[in-house]
């Protein structure tokens, strides 16, 4: 029998490193000597499930597959990320066979863990259309004519209340409030000359400019002073209309709170520190994820900003 490349690894997760064995012996030979194993008493088992394997089960095993090295007096159990692929393989999309196996589910515990991953609601994440999903657009204007087109709307209808004519300071004299309001036409040139940044919220657009995945999924980036949510919520407003009206608790979170932006605004406008540099700084702290957080409302902190 020919080589066959194999993936190894160890309890500890080391690895894994590729080897090329023949037979079941070579395998254990060159996998210990990777992976600084003693080669007496060891057993190798599929890393996928643990069912251990033997000479004759080693011509059954594909190229490539992932096996694992244990030592004498070690156990290994599938991992729990194998189960869960697996019931979403199983599962996933057929909702029917889900909520018909609850319902023959005794126990009330197990029952009602299931019964989380079954959909309160009827989605159609892929139809993009209004014709695809008339559902999706009840109570919205005509001319939207996709998803996209309403949500990249959403987004920038977000923006433009981030900026107003109302946030110039009622103790500006008349020539000062003129440079600000000037000061302030710049920055929402620049914004709507972004087309308001609407591509955040526009799973068709570029990766890099979009804040969900490509199938409309947004996750939350946690509190204004968090690196993640540690409750990983998220939200595909796509999905439903349903969803789409829930996505109004999601808020764009300014990290560097929009009081202060438009404090220094003044500060600016009165220092007369107002040219393009100012412009583009402005922007980027009030309108761009250098500044924003997009957070579920539970993650919404409304407190003070001390960063």
Known sequence: MGDKPFRVTDASRAGPYGVVASNLKELVQQGCNKLKLSEDGCRVCLFE?????DEHYFLTLDCNCKLIIL????EWKEEMHVILDRFVETF????????????????PKKRKFLENFIPKYEENISAEKRED?????KGLDKRF???????KFNCGQRMRNYLLKGDIPKDFDQQMKADCSEFIAKILKMLKGNKYNGSYFDRTDAQNQRICDSNGLFTCQGPFDKQTCGSNHSINP?????FRLIFRSWNLDHKKERSIIISDIAKAVKNKETDDTKVLHFYEDLFTMKNLKFVYIVCHEITRHNL
């Open 49 to 53: 499930d643990g069912t251990e394997v």
């Open 71 to 74: 030592q004498k007096g070690q």
């Open 92 to 107: 996933y999309e057929k909702n029917d066979e889900l909520a018909t196996l609850v319902n023959h589910v005794s126990s």
């Open 133 to 137: 999903d008339p559902k999706w657009f």
């Open 145 to 151: 004519k996709t998803k996209s087109d309403y949500m």
């Open 238 to 242: 796509y999905g439903c209309w349903q």
